[in-house]
C-alpha cells in the first residue's frame, strides 16, 4: 500500500502570499497523484491530476509539480476563498490512497 | 451539467446492513468507472472502492473488503453500495465520485454531496 505524506498538517497565511504544500509517496507513483480542495462541509473539489495539469475551470494562482516520490502544489497568490484543506491523492497503484491533507488557514 | 446524488444514510446499530445508492445524470454512466470514497468526522478522505463502467471489475479497501460490495445499474444510471457488518468505526459520509476520464479509475472530478452514515447503539 501506497503512503502519502503531507506536510505541514497546517499552514497560517494570509491573503496574497505564495503557499507551497508537500505530499510525498512511500514508493514512486510515477506522475499519477491529484490535487483536491475541500471546504467545510462541501465536497472535495478537484485541482490538479496527472502532477500538473489543472482541471476544468482551475484558476492559473494553482500549480503542481513533481514526479516520482515528490510533489508539490503551489497557489501563487492565497485569495480568500482559497483557506480549506489540501488532499493528495494516488492512482499509480491499488488501493488508491489519499494523503492526510493540508489546512491552509487565516493567519 | 454532471450530478450525483447520494441517498440510503442513516443510523445503523453496530453489526447491521445499509445500502447506498448514488444516482447520477449528465453524463454517459456506463462509460466512467465510479467509487466511494469516505470521510469520518473530523478526519481525512478514504478511499472504500470502486467498479468500472460495464459493472465486471472491482476493487475495495482492506478495512470493507468481505462486508461490502459495490454495483451499478447502467439502466438506471445509479451506483450501490452495500455494507453490512457494520462497525462503529465506518461511520462516516459516504461520497460517490465520478472519475475524470474514461480510460482510468481516478482522479476524480465530480462528487456527489454525501450521505451520512451512523453506526451506533
Known amino acids: 500500500e501506497i503512503v502519502l505524506t503531507q506536510s505541514p498538517a497546517t499552514l497560517s497565511l494570509s491573503p496574497g502570499e505564495r503557499v507551497t504544500l508537500s505530499c510525498r509517496a512511500s514508493?514512486?507513483?510515477?506522475?499519477?497523484l491529484a490535487w483536491y480542495q475541500q471546504k467545510p462541509g462541501q465536497a472535495p473539489r478537484l485541482l490538479i491530476y496527472?502532477?500538473?495539469n489543472r482541471a476544468t475551470g482551475i484558476p492559473a494562482r494553482f500549480s503542481g509539480s513533481g514526479s516520482g516520490t515528490d510533489f508539490t502544489l503551489t497557489i501563487s497568490s492565497l485569495e480568500p476563498e482559497d483557506f480549506a484543506v489540501y488532499y493528495c491523492?494516488?492512482?499509480?497503484?491499488?488501493?488508491?490512497?489519499f494523503g492526510g491533507g493540508t489546512k491552509v488557514e487565516i493567519k | 451539467e454532471v450530478q450525483l446524488l447520494e441517498s440510503g444514510g442513516g443510523l445503523v446499530q453496530p453489526g447491521g446492513s445499509l445500502r447506498l445508492s448514488c444516482a447520477a445524470s449528465g453524463f454517459t454512466f456506463s462509460n466512467y468507472a465510479m467509487s466511494w470514497v469516505r470521510q469520518a468526522p473530523g478526519k481525512g478522505l478514504e478511499w472504500v472502492s470502486s467498479?468500472?463502467?460495464?459493472?465486471?471489475?472491482?476493487y475495495y479497501a482492506d478495512s470493507v473488503k468481505g462486508r461490502s460490495t459495490i454495483s451499478r445499474d447502467n439502466s438506471q444510471n445509479t451506483l450501490f453500495l452495500q455494507m453490512n457488518s457494520l462497525r462503529a468505526e465506518d461511520t462516516a459520509v459516504y461520497y460517490c465520485?465520478?472519475?475524470?476520464?474514461?480510460?482510468?479509475?481516478?482522479?476524480?472530478?465530480?462528487w456527489g454531496q454525501g450521505t451520512l452514515v451512523t453506526v451506533s447503539s
Open positions: 496527472d502532477a500538473s
Open positions: 491523492q494516488q492512482r499509480s497503484n491499488w488501493p488508491l490512497s
Open positions: 465520485a465520478k472519475v475524470i476520464s474514461i480510460s482510468n479509475w481516478s482522479p476524480f472530478d465530480y
Open positions: 467498479i468500472n463502467g460495464a459493472g465486471g471489475g472491482t
Open positions: 514508493q514512486s507513483v510515477s506522475n499519477y
